[in-house]
């Protein structure tokens, strides 16, 4: 009689068992899968950083026109004097080249570091006869020395496109001289003009959105629903709108394809996730913070001011400056509203024209002369620096913020 | 209406849009006396805690029909402003939700929003005293205080309620969260306030309704079922209902 209770009993232990390990074996398989996706995103990560890199150091195969020796003994410029290196530009260059860089400013004014870069791009010129990758550079160091047989005179240099010189010097015809300056500020002077009208617009929307709106009305679902819309909206098309607002229709009071209308496009650009992001946000305080405030006498803008928003600023914050970050990295919505391809003047106002790191990126990349594609990669890691730099401010700030906070 | 009531409920529903959470809750609140509200959960005992302050004016969709009297005056109606009846009734809350601000800030900022020109020190100081607070935490009002143990934030929120000078504190299962220590020390706190406040209670807890209230008013599903001196509740309740549920039958 005990023998068949028993027996059941068994056999309902040798299913779960084995139940249990069909679970475990599933649970192997997605863990499995999600090492994979992981994985691929890592490699992907890596190639594109190594691409990077090896396109901005390498060999370059340099030949000057005329040898530093023939024109100094010392073979270094820094040795001579101002009326030395002027005497030296009159005597090599023609007499309309002359009178051209003295009505941009005198010879004579000019500082001697002025004056031998000049000797250095006009009389000198270096040309860059061949570059090499950094993979080829160290792997392929046969064929380099081989072209470099072919030339006579010519130097081989192993070179980082990144330099001082190229974060100082303007935009350049030619690559060897060619710098980032004026795209960097010109993004810096974005980010200002971005930061300064996006961040109050959208933080004031989200709080009025959050905490004033009725939901219940038709018209604040209408709202609701667009701003989550125009997040999504593609950057090209509010390109297309700035060029029609801020280019044409204000363009009294822009002047036109200026910062200030880019920064503007930009600005609008960002806003919705600025909303978005402050609204989830101003979400995520708890019902008790604010019960805590109404329950002593507070009115709503009390309880806003001094409870809401510092319990929401950190997050407001960091989404901000992601946000941000974004906008420093759009391009399309700029070629739209007009940067300029060539400038070598620094953006000095909101009125200025501009070019951006994006921008400049996109144009050196574009132009046919191989070494550009070295310039450009110089400039993508000048841009990621920047936005990396951003992201990590945002991350110390809410870090720094949450601790005061709480405890 | 006589002097002694400090609050009192007439014909007073309450809807959470189209649910009736309240029906026709007609209560009486005694000057210096303490209140407790007891029923089982979803019973309408917070509800009707919330109406008192007009808190649930913050929930989107609710209604309250009838009248709800605070000295004479029914704050129910259009020139009563929610924000001066939130001073004079104040409130403490089921979980301690001091703010993550300094002990010394949580008891001055409510004064000082509501206008008071005193001695700040002064009001922080008498202010604790009055919850049996101060020793304890007279050498941290620099604090954060979210660093105090739950019981001595939960004094601390009782402490920023009076500090406002109210006449009437609800509170809303004050003392769930705590240990029996830190219970028994907001017990003795409520009888020693009842002296200069009227206090309504919601809780749990029968034997604390014992304990510390004059009157009792027990609900079910939104109905009052009975009201009266808190010994007549549970010594000599007159509905089954109430029976059954002090003994614990049900709840």
């Not at chain 1, 006579?152 to 060619?178: E, K």
């Not at chain 1, 910062?259 to 919705?272: D, E, F, Q, W």
């Amino acid at each position: 009689m005990n023998s068949a209770p028993e027996a059941h009993i068994t056999h309902r232990h040798e299913e779960i068992m084995a139940n249990i390990q069909r679970r475990r074996i599933r649970g192997k398989v997605w863990q499995v899968l999600f090492y994979l996706a992981t994985t691929i995103a890592v490699l992907a990560l890596v190639v594109l950083i190594l691409n990077i890199f090896n396109s901005v150091f390498g060999y370059v195969l340099i030949q000057n026109e005329v040898e530093p020796e023939t024109l100094v003994a010392s073979g270094n410029l820094a040795d001579m004097q101002n009326t030395e290196l002027i005497a030296l530009l009159e005597e090599n260059l023609s007499t309309g080249l002359i009178r051209r860089f003295n009505s941009e400013e005198l010879l004579e004014e000019r500082t001697t570091k002025d004056l031998a870069l000049l000797v250095q791009q006009r009389i000198i010129n270096p040309t860059i006869i061949e570059s090499w990758s950094m993979v080829e550079s160290i792997f392929d160091q046969d064929a380099i020395r081989a072209t470099q047989a072919e030339y006579s005179g010519a130097v081989l240099q192993f070179r980082s496109w990144l330099t001082a010189d190229f974060l100082r010097s303007p935009q350049n015809p030619r690559p060897q001289f060619a710098g980032i300056r004026t795209a960097f500020l010109g993004s810096l002077w974005m980010i200002l003009i971005v930061m300064a009208v996006s961040f109050p617009i959208g933080v004031a929307s989200a709080i009025y959105l959050e905490e004033y709106a009725r939901a219940d009305k038709w018209y604040n679902r209408i709202i609701e629903v667009n701003i989550y819309n125009l997040a999504g909206v593609p950057s090209i098309i509010f390109g297309l709108l700035g060029l029609a607002i801020f280019v044409r229709l204000l363009g009294g009071l822009t002047q036109g394809r200026t910062i200030i209308s880019a920064g503007m496009t930009l600005a609008l650009l960002i806003l919705p996730i600025i909303i978005i992001n402050s609204r989830e946000a101003i979400k995520a305080v708890p019902a008790s913070l604010r019960e805590s405030s109404y329950g002593i006498g507070a009115t709503k803008w009390q309880t806003i001011w001094h409870h809401v928003l510092p319990a929401s600023f950190d997050r407001i914050l960091t989404g901000t400056i992601l946000a941000i970050s974004r906008a420093v990295g759009e391009t399309a919505p700029l070629v739209v509203v007009g940067a300029s391809t060539f400038i070598t003047v620094d953006p000095d106002s909101i009125f200025s024209k501009f070019t951006t790191l994006p921008i400049q990126i996109y144009q050196w990349s574009a132009r046919p002369q191989e070494q550009f594609r070295n310039v450009a990669g110089a400039a993508i890691i000048v841009l990621l620096v920047l936005m990396l730099s951003m992201n990590a401010a945002a991350i110390i700030t809410r870090n720094r913020i949450a601790k005061n906070r709480r405890v | 209406m006589a002097p002694t009531l400090a609050m009192q409920t007439k014909n007073l529903d309450f809807y959470y849009g189209t649910f009736q959470a309240l029906h026709d809750v007609n209560l009486e609140f005694v000057r210096s006396h303490v209140t407790a509200l007891i029923g089982p959960s979803g019973c309408g005992k917070s509800t009707l805690l919330r109406c008192l302050n007009r808190m649930n004016d913050l929930i989107p969709e609710t209604r309250a029909d009838g009248e709800v009297y605070f000295n004479d005056q029914n704050i129910y109606t259009e020139d009563v402003d929610p924000v001066e009846v939130r001073r004079r009734v104040g409130m403490v809350f089921q979980k301690p939700n001091p703010f993550p601000k300094s002990v010394y800030e949580n008891i001055a900022w409510g004064a000082r929003i509501n206008g008071f020109r005193g001695d700040m020190d002064d009001l922080v100081e008498t202010s604790l005293k009055k919850c049996a607070l101060w020793d304890e935490v007279k050498d941290k009002l620099k604090q954060n205080a979210l660093e105090l143990s739950g019981g001595q934030q939960q004094r601390l929120c009782i402490a920023r309620a009076i500090a406002v000078e109210p006449d009437v504190i609800l509170m809303d299962e004050p003392t769930s969260a705590l240990d029996p220590i830190s219970t028994a020390k907001i017990e003795d706190l409520i009888t020693e306030l009842k002296e200069r406040y009227t206090i309504i209670i919601v809780t749990h807890n029968m034997q604390q309704a014992g304990r510390v209230s004059d009157q009792t008013a027990f609900f079910l599903n939104g109905w009052i079922i009975e009201a009266g001196d808190t010994r007549d509740i549970f010594f000599n309740p007159r509905e089954e209902r109430t029976e059954a549920y002090i003994s614990g039958r049900f709840g």
